[in-house]
């Protein structure tokens, strides 16, 4: 079986990558050193010698997108989402090729013609993996079928039924009792003895009456809920013993497969997962990628030069990793892999100067859109790129945000690159920095920070107030047929779904965007963007809302863009505001890369 692919299997003849920064490190401590803790990092200045490191380059992620046109022509590969991977290796004889990896399995096969085997291992427990998912399969049938149980809707809606009943009771004898009181007063003034006493009793009745209704229709209320209640208690019972098997089964799995996993690094040293993760792993560890392709290599004396990881597919089930799109090693299974996987490597030397390989990149063909500063076709812009600052002063500061690069820090370790992190690093008042907005991660363009609170919270009073001038620019894969006019969809985002956004007429926060077509170019609508509100992806759902443009914007592959290209074709161009100090008014602008 043939694993190593020609680089033109991914790329084509004769064309220069300018060459750049890698725009991401897998990295870990040499076990050989023992020295720290493996983790991911992008800081190109960490060069100490018991940090082993594998960069992400210009070139691998080109022949990643070459991958992904592949990817592209065979509706195979989009049914299930997953991670992808390319290494870049060099021959012994010099000679550079290509592999390929998947995660997991394919299409339900370990072993698929062209791609790089699982590690190790899996075989010797085949049999008892494939009984163990069996098992696990029909638990989560059965635990699908317990949780669309009907009886639930049907408690929740009685509940409220009589709820309701009860609640208009109450109000009811709340009315009768104020009567009686009242009439009570009356006769007490008017009736003599024996009249009164019969009056009284009357009303006392009436009350005691009125109570009997009111325990009947509790005793009615329990008996059509009790017996809802159990079945839902005996069903959740049921979920909770059922996901007890399911941990239990993919943990006992699990060891066994990590007992007999068998891992290689470039010092010829193999050791098992168990070995490896003796504390335990989570499920799938081993078999991502990055352990795969580093495994095959080590083994078969290949050196690696470069790789790239990236999801195909349909969208992660919390919707974290979206198709098309760069990951580096993951925290909880790769990473902790990646120092003892490295060891044993030469240090990669990444040059300076251009450099040429035998690829022109196929990423899109918007070469003569009519604007001064048009996309070429053959620029390969990096993630992570350079970040110019376009204004500074003493109370604030705003850069040209590359597109690939966090405004501000994420939760986890391998989103910690950004705007603001490195602004605080490489400026002496750094620290005070706080971002006064944001821009998406694929958004290119103007953002601004400030330098103390006080100008923070004015700044941040005018964005919320609506008094900043924003101006975005976009090219969009489709032609707009309208030239102008204006957008107000309310948008709101699920939490069950983030980062996506929709229109929600219930639930949305009202958006208005004002648009205005630049120019048209075949299939593709260059647009200017005017948003009055500042909702979360508001351009990007406007643009992609059939009741909006209903044409997503290149490369929105959240919203349903398929073109395999670079980036994300939205910049923001321009930014007025009023300066909080010298109240004068502020129009920066920063030109369009694309």
């Not at 009073?461 to 975005?472: E, G, L, N």
């Given at each position: 079986?043939?694993?190593?692919?020609?680089?033109?299997?991914?790329?084509?003849?004769?064309?220069?990558?300018?060459?750049?920064?890698?725009?991401?490190?897998?990295?870990?401590?040499?076990?050989?050193?023992?020295?720290?803790?493996?983790?991911?990092?992008?800081?190109?200045?960490?060069?100490?010698?018991?940090?082993?490191?594998?960069?992400r380059?210009?070139?691998?992620?080109?022949?990643?997108?070459?991958?992904?046109?592949?990817?592209?022509?065979?509706?195979?590969?989009?049914?299930?989402?997953?991670?992808?991977?390319?290494?870049?290796?060099?021959?012994?004889?010099?000679?550079?090729?290509?592999?390929?990896?998947?995660?997991?399995?394919?299409n339900?096969?370990?072993?698929?013609?062209?791609?790089v085997?699982?590690?190790?291992?899996?075989?010797?427990?085949?049999?008892?993996?494939?009984?163990?998912?069996?098992?696990?399969?029909?638990?989560?049938?059965?635990?699908?079928?317990?949780?669309?149980?009907?009886?639930?809707?049907?408690?929740?809606?009685?509940s409220?039924?009589?709820?309701?009943q009860?609640?208009?009771?109450?109000?009811?004898?709340?009315?009768?009792?104020?009567q009686?009181?009242?009439?009570?007063?009356?006769?007490?003034?008017?009736?003599?003895?024996?009249?009164?006493?019969?009056?009284?009793?009357?009303?006392?009745?009436?009350?005691?009456?009125?109570?009997?209704?009111?325990?009947?229709l509790?005793?009615?209320?329990?008996?059509?809920?009790?017996?809802?209640?159990?079945?839902?208690?005996?069903?959740?019972?049921?979920?909770?013993e059922?996901?007890?098997?399911?941990?239990?089964?993919?943990?006992?799995?699990?060891?066994?497969?990590?007992?007999?996993?068998?891992?290689?690094?470039?010092?010829?040293?193999?050791?098992?997962?168990?070995?490896?993760?003796?504390?335990?792993?989570?499920?799938?560890?081993?078999?991502?990628?990055?352990?795969?392709?580093l495994?095959?290599?080590?083994?078969?004396?290949?050196?690696p030069?470069?790789?790239?990881?990236?999801?195909?597919?349909?969208?992660?089930?919390?919707?974290?990793?979206?198709?098309g799109?760069?990951?580096?090693?993951?925290?909880?299974?790769?990473?902790?892999?990646?120092?003892f996987?490295?060891?044993?490597?030469?240090?990669?030397?990444?040059?300076?100067?251009?450099?040429?390989?035998?690829?022109?990149?196929?990423?899109?063909t918007?070469?003569?859109?009519?604007?001064?500063?048009?996309?070429?076709?053959?620029?390969?812009?990096?993630?992570?790129?350079?970040m110019?600052?376009?204004?500074?002063?003493e109370?604030?500061?705003?850069?040209?945000k590359?597109?690939?690069?966090?405004?501000?820090?994420?939760?986890?370790?391998?989103?910690?690159?950004?705007?603001?992190?490195?602004?605080?690093?490489?400026l002496?008042?750094?620290?005070?920095?706080?971002?006064?907005?944001?821009?998406?991660?694929?958004?290119s363009?103007?953002?601004?920070?400030?330098?103390?609170?006080?100008?923070h919270?004015?700044?941040?009073?005018?964005?919320?107030?609506?008094?900043?001038?924003?101006?975005?620019?976009a090219?969009?894969s489709?032609?707009?047929?309208?030239?102008?006019?204006?957008?107000?969809?309310?948008?709101?985002?699920?939490?069950?779904?983030?980062?996506?956004?929709?229109?929600?007429?219930?639930?949305?926060?009202?958006?208005?965007?004002?648009?205005?077509?630049?120019?048209?170019?075949?299939?593709?609508?260059?647009?200017?963007?005017?948003?009055?509100?500042?909702?979360?992806?508001?351009?990007?759902?406007?643009?992609?809302?059939?009741?909006?443009?209903?044409?997503?914007?290149?490369?929105?592959?959240?919203y349903?863009?398929?073109?395999?290209?670079?980036?994300?074709?939205?910049?923001?161009?321009?930014?007025?505001?009023?300066?909080?100090?010298?109240?004068?008014?502020?129009?920066l602008?920063?030109?369009?890369?694309?």
């Open positions: 079986m043939v694993f190593l692919h020609a680089l033109s299997d991914f790329i084509d003849c004769d064309f220069a990558i300018s060459g750049s920064s890698p725009s991401y490190w897998y990295e870990g401590t040499c076990l050989q050193s023992g020295v720290g803790v493996a983790r991911t990092s992008t800081k190109l200045s960490d060069h100490r010698s018991h940090r082993l490191k594998l960069p380059t210009s070139i691998s992620e080109a022949i990643a997108h070459g991958l992904m046109q592949q990817l592209a022509k065979n509706d195979c590969y989009s049914r299930e989402g997953k991670m992808y991977g390319i290494l870049l290796v060099e021959l012994p004889n010099g000679e550079q090729r290509v592999l390929k990896a998947f995660s997991g399995l394919l339900g096969c370990s072993v698929v013609e062209g791609w085997p699982p590690i190790p291992g899996r075989d010797e427990v085949a049999l008892e993996e494939a009984r163990t998912l069996a098992q696990l399969d029909a638990i989560k049938q059965e635990l699908l079928t317990l949780k669309q149980l009907t009886e639930r809707q049907q408690y929740e809606t009685l409220d039924e009589f709820e309701q009860l609640q208009a009771m109450s109000d009811r004898h709340r009315h009768c009792k104020h009686r009181q009242e009439k009570r007063q009356q006769i007490c003034n008017t009736l003599t003895k024996e009249a009164l006493t019969i009056a009284l009793e009357q009303l006392d009745e009436e009350s005691r009456q009125q109570g009997i209704e009111r325990r009947q509790k005793r009615q209320q329990n008996a059509v809920l009790q017996p809802l209640q159990q079945l839902i208690a005996a069903t959740d019972a049921r979920i909770n059922l996901k007890q098997q399911r941990k239990a089964l993919s943990g006992q799995l699990q060891a066994q497969m990590h007992a007999t996993y068998s891992l290689t690094n470039f010092s010829g040293r193999s050791l098992s997962l168990q070995q490896l993760m003796p504390g335990g792993s989570p499920t799938g560890t081993g078999d991502c990628c990055a352990p795969k392709l495994h095959y290599a080590a083994t078969h004396n290949l050196k030069l470069a790789m790239a990881e990236f999801w195909w597919g349909a969208s992660s089930v919390n919707q974290d990793k979206i198709q799109e760069f990951y580096g090693a993951c925290a909880e299974r790769c990473q902790p892999l990646m120092g996987l490295l060891s044993g490597l030469k240090p990669i030397s990444i040059p300076n100067k251009d450099f040429y390989i035998t690829t022109p990149l196929l990423l899109n918007l070469t003569h859109l009519p604007k001064s500063n048009v996309f070429e076709s053959n620029e390969f812009p990096p993630i992570k790129g350079e110019p600052i376009i204004y500074e002063d109370w604030l500061i705003a850069v040209n590359p597109a690939g690069l966090l405004s501000v820090p994420g939760r986890y370790r391998d989103r910690q690159d950004s705007v603001l992190s490195r602004l605080r690093h490489l002496p008042d750094g620290m005070a920095l706080a971002s006064v907005h944001r821009l998406d991660q694929e958004t363009g103007i953002l601004l920070l400030a330098r103390d609170r006080q100008t919270r004015q700044l941040s009073q005018q964005f919320q107030q609506r008094q900043v001038h924003k101006v975005y620019e090219i969009l489709g032609v707009v047929t309208v030239d102008q006019g204006k957008i107000e969809l309310p948008l709101w985002g699920d939490p069950e779904n983030r980062p996506y956004q929709k229109v929600d007429w219930q639930h949305g926060k009202p958006s208005l965007t004002h648009f205005q077509v630049m120019a048209r170019e075949q299939d593709y609508t260059r647009v200017e963007f005017t948003p009055l509100t500042g909702r979360t992806h508001q351009l990007r759902v406007h643009a992609a809302d059939a009741r909006g443009l209903g044409v997503t914007i290149l490369g929105d592959r959240l349903g863009c398929c073109a395999v290209t670079s980036r994300l074709h939205l910049h923001a161009r321009e930014l007025r505001f009023e300066h909080p100090q010298s109240e004068k008014t502020l129009h602008q920063a030109i369009t890369p694309f």
